[in-house]
């Protein structure tokens, strides 16, 4: 409870107390709203991650998030139930860890072994849990997976630090999000070329910039034990 409680970090869930009134003790953290990663990942009702964008910024984040432990905490805290090599392929492909996948000769392997042959034969595009956007997406994806198949490597001196992996991430978000924001703005240019466009798009934007309510994705990281 002492070192939980010093966490402070905004991707990550806090912690509201501890209950004693019950045979286990129970932790008690702030209400996830949205549901869990696991659940987004894995439900098929579930739209969070159906787009590139979200599932690069959660990635970040979580990565954020771990580093913060890592570098940040006092003590730091190692988080053994979390291997962020594992959390990506899952978001990348959709697939559970522990799954296997049969080959054409019948064999089986792990969707992990499937996914580092897949970066090997360039077959990654075929494995992934989403439609790509544009070239410029896949780029960005495969840059990704490289960087998971380093944090899956078999020795812990060969893979990189959370913070190398925290800094490539936002990265790579920064550019994907810059490049988004001079599509739109590109995009919004050719608009207001249209006078009637113009004001309509105006109007909208005095809208926006008064909201009168706004929401917050928080996702917990939970299921990941045991997962190599």
């Known amino acids: 409870m002492g070192i939980v409680s010093q966490i402070n970090h905004k991707n990550v869930v806090k912690i509201l107390g501890l ?12 209400f996830v709203s949205n549901g869990t990663l696991f659940h987004h990942i894995h439900s098929k009702s579930s739209q969070v991650l159906k787009t590139w964008k979200n599932c690069l910024r959660i990635a970040a984040e979580t990565a954020s998030a771990l580093d913060y432990f890592h ?20 978001l990348l492909t959709g697939v559970k860890p522990g799954s296997h996948k049969t080959l054409a000769s019948n064999e089986k392997i792990s969707i992990i072994q499937y996914f580092l042959s897949s970066i090997e034969d360039y077959s990654l595009r075929q494995i992934l849990s989403f439609e790509v956007a544009d070239e410029t997406e896949m780029e960005e994806m495969e840059i990704v997976a490289e960087l998971a198949s380093k944090c899956l490597r078999s020795s812990c001196l060969n893979r990189p630090t959370m913070r190398q992996v925290s800094e490539e991430l936002d990265r790579i978000k920064k550019l994907h999000d810059n490049l988004w924001a001079q599509e739109n703005s590109e995009e919004t240019e050719h608009l207001l070329g249209d006078s009637s466009v113009s004001n309509r798009f105006q109007h909208a934007t005095a809208e926006i910039a008064h909201p009168e309510t706004h929401s917050v994705l928080s996702f917990d990281i939970e299921n990941y034990g045991d997962s190599m």
Do not use: R
């Open 19 to 30: 209950c004693l009134q019950t045979k286990v003790p129970l932790l008690v953290y702030e």
């Open 71 to 90: 570098s940040l905490a006092s003590p730091p805290i190692i988080h053994g139930d979390v291997n962020f090599g594992v959390v990506l392929v899952e």
